[in-house]
C-alpha cells in the first residue's frame, strides 16, 4: 500500500475526513521565508472517494513542487466553514527529506487531536500509526 500511495501522494496533500464538502486555502513557506504554495482547495467529503463523477471536487486534492530544501515549512490553513467550531491553523514542520516525505493537511480526522491536523509523513501508513486504522 505505501509504494502505490507514494506515488499519489505529492508533496502537499489534503485529506478530509469530514461527511461534508470542505474548501478554504492552504498556504506553504519555505525555510527561507518564501511563499511556495498559496491555492484555494474544495475537497470531496470522506465518503465520496468511490464515486467516479468527474465533476466532484478530488477526494485529495495535492500540490507537487512546493519543497526547495529541508528545514522548517511554514503551512497555514483557513478554511470557508469551521470543523468543530475551527475554521483556521497555522502550524511549522520540519522536512528533513524533500524527495521522500510529504505535508497531510488532515480535516476532520478521526482520533486527531485537532480539528486540523497538519503533520508530515513518511509513508501513508504513517497515518494510521497516526491516527487509528481508519485512517
Do not use: C, W
Amino acid at each position: 500500500m505505501n509504494s502505490i500511495a507514494g506515488a499519489i501522494l505529492k508533496e502537499v496533500n489534503v485529506l478530509n475526513g469530514t461527511d461534508q464538502e470542505q474548501s478554504g486555502n492552504v498556504t506553504v513557506v519555505d525555510p527561507n521565508g518564501e511563499t511556495q504554495l498559496s491555492e484555494s482547495f474544495t475537497v470531496a467529503p470522506s465518503d465520496n472517494d468511490d464515486e467516479e463523477d468527474t465533476d466532484e471536487p478530488s477526494s485529495t486534492p495535492a500540490y507537487g513542487d512546493v519543497f526547495t530544501e529541508s528545514g522548517e515549512y511554514t503551512v497555514t490553513v483557513e478554511l470557508d466553514s469551521a470543523i468543530n467550531e475551527t475554521s483556521s491553523r497555522e502550524a511549522t514542520v520540519t522536512v528533513d527529506n524533500t524527495d521522500d516525505q510529504h505535508i497531510i493537511v488532515g480535516l476532520g480526522a478521526d482520533d486527531a487531536p485537532s480539528p486540523i491536523e497538519i503533520l508530515v509523513i513518511d509513508e501513508f501508513s504513517d497515518l494510521a500509526d497516526r491516527f487509528g486504522d481508519d485512517a
